[in-house]
């Protein structure tokens, strides 16, 4: 089972450039396009809530993200340098309608077959996504 590990900085500019390099390891790897892209639009919405409402845009402080890969699932673990975040998305309210931001969990949830969130011992928060290769792509077949 391919295993991945990376450090980004916490500046904007770090996610072009996990995006590339999430491209680049679900490509060698087989994974279907479909399911490449709702990968890593959960990524992608949970690195930009680690950058902006964990680490706050703190060039000082990192977001980790740690890969696992094989034939039937795909797994991420997303993790801030921030303090307090799982007390956040519990108090966390659904979007309105009209609201601009709010929806990357909602995203997370909707895509992947796991969500979940933790807490680490020094505070920070890290995210859990599953995606079941298998069920997603027997859910293809019938849609």
């Given amino acids: 089972m391919p295993k991945y590990e990376f450090t980004y900085l916490s500046a904007v500019a ?5 995006l590339d390099e ?20 959960a990524i992608s919405e949970a690195f930009t809530n680690a950058l902006v409402h964990g680490n706050k845009l ?15 699932l795909l797994t ?12 956040k998305i519990k108090r966390r309210q659904p979007p309105t309608l009209l609201s601009e931001g709010g ?3 909602d995203l997370m949830r909707h895509y992947a077959s796991v969500v979940r969130f933790t807490e680490t011992e020094g505070g920070a928060l890290k995210v859990s996504l599953r995606f079941d290769q298998i ?6 077949r019938y849609t």
């Fill in 135 to 140: 069920k997603e792509n027997e859910v293809e």
């Fill in 22 to 41: 999430l491209a680049t390891v679900l490509h060698i790897n087989g994974i279907p396009e479909d399911l490449q892209n709702w990968f890593m639009l």
């Fill in 14 to 18: 770090s996610e072009d450039k996990m």
């Fill in 58 to 72: 703190n060039p000082h402080k990192a977001i980790k993200l740690a890969l696992n890969i094989n034939e039937g």
């Fill in 103 to 105: 929806r990357g969990v």
């Fill in 76 to 87: 991420a673990d997303i993790t801030d340098e921030g303090q307090g975040g799982l007390a």
